[in-house]
Nanobody, 124 residues
Framework: QVQLVESGGGLVQAGGSLRLSCAAS????????MGWFRQAPGLERELVAG????????YIPDSAKGRFTISRDNAKNTVYLQMNSLKPEDTAVYYC?????????????????WGQGIQVTVSS
């Protein structure tokens, strides 16, 4: 397992942007597929972006397509989530997760390690 620490959350107005970062411990970061999930009160945790270990493949669901971008810097052991054109419905706790595999992972139960979560609030 890896230790994950998210940063970059906060309060933003609708239409604004935020970039979340997730720093991972360990020396084999490229062996892990990474994902960003979010969970709003009363709702299930949902995937908003996934990326393969090399960074060559990504997945963005329709709810975030065109607005969110995932990227990673394996030299810095960090994965990023760039969020643009934010909407009030994007308000949630955002979690970074790692799965010890190379391809993009789209289901939460395949992720081995989770960050503590970070709040993102979008005001209208």
């Amino acid at each position: 397992q890896v230790q994950l620490v998210e940063s970059g959350g906060g309060l933003v107005q609708a239409g604004g942007s935020l970039r979340l970062s997730c720093a991972a411990s360990g020396r084999t970061f490229s062996n892990y597929a990474m994902g960003w999930f979010r969970q709003a009160p009363g709702l299930e945790r949902e995937l908003v972006a996934g990326i393969s270990g090399s960074g060559g493949a990504t997945y963005i669901p329709d709810s975030a397509k065109g607005r969110f971008t995932i990227s990673r810097d394996n030299a810095k052991n960090t994965v990023y989530l760039q969020m643009n054109s934010l909407k009030p419905e994007d308000t949630a706790v955002y979690y970074c997760a790692a799965a010890k595999t190379w391809g993009v992972v789209m289901t939460a139960d395949r992720y081995d390690s989770w960050g503590q979560g970070i709040q993102v609030t979008v005001s209208s």
